[in-house]
């Protein structure tokens, strides 16, 4: 049988990534077998498990997945004229526009990790993961003249993550909210009180 090339490769791996999503966000970690996985796949068990080997290793394949492409969003953040504004719009394309699966997925492998040590330690560092990137895009626009803060920016960066996670949760649980107000109302007082941009699309 002819092997299959990179990008087909890659190509089936993400369907399969996708469809491990859907199932998980749908019937939940423990509620999900294998099985369902290559049924929402429309795979054989030996293609599955070719792949991902277990149930954890899928959750680190989507986590590595959204390390990838959290990474390729704030290289565009990064090179905006505003900074904030450009996060703003992150925030709202993650909470309001994004399939609710993802969000709801979020959560139930935040509760898995409650149980599991090895999806604590996937969990525990991508949001390290995470935190450095925001971290290293704020320093280097504030570094760049950008942004100017009122707070030491570990505080700062704590903060978003906990605003971000809170709007997540928000956005998952009341969908029928105008999350995008909130975000914005959230980020009005950012810009008023923690960092200034000397760039502000937003301003009225």
Not at 3 to 31: N, V
Not at 39 to 44: D, K, N, P, Q, V
Not at 125 to 154: C, M
Request: glycine share 4%; proline share 4%.
């Amino acid at each position: 049988m002819p092997k299959l090339s990179p990008l087909r490769l890659a190509t089936r791996r993400q369907a399969i990534l996708e469809a491990a999503e859907r199932a998980f966000a749908r019937d939940g970690f423990h509620g999900t077998s294998m099985q369902a996985i290559c049924r929402e796949a429309g795979i054989s068990p030996g293609t599955l498990y070719l792949y991902f080997p277990s149930k954890v290793a899928l959750i680190e394949g989507l986590c590595e997945r959204d390390r990838h492409e959290i990474r390729d969003a704030l290289s565009h953040v990064e090179v905006a004229a505003d900074i904030l504004s450009a996060l703003e719009d992150m925030l709202t394309h993650y909470a309001c526009v994004e399939p609710q699966e993802r969000r709801a997925l979020i959560f139930e492998i935040g509760a898995e990790a409650q149980r599991n040590p090895e999806v604590a330690k996937i969990m525990v560092e991508t949001d390290a993961f995470f935190s450095t990137l925001i971290r290293n895009t704020i320093l280097k626009a504030i570094a760049d003249g950008k942004l100017i803060p009122h707070a030491d920016v570990e505080a700062i960066v704590a903060l978003l993550f906990a605003v971000g996670d809170g709007i997540l949760w928000r956005a998952t649980i009341r969908p029928e909210l105008d999350n995008r107000a909130i975000i914005a109302t959230i980020f009005t007082l950012l810009r008023a009180k923690l960092l200034t941009p000397t760039v502000d699309t937003r301003a009225s």
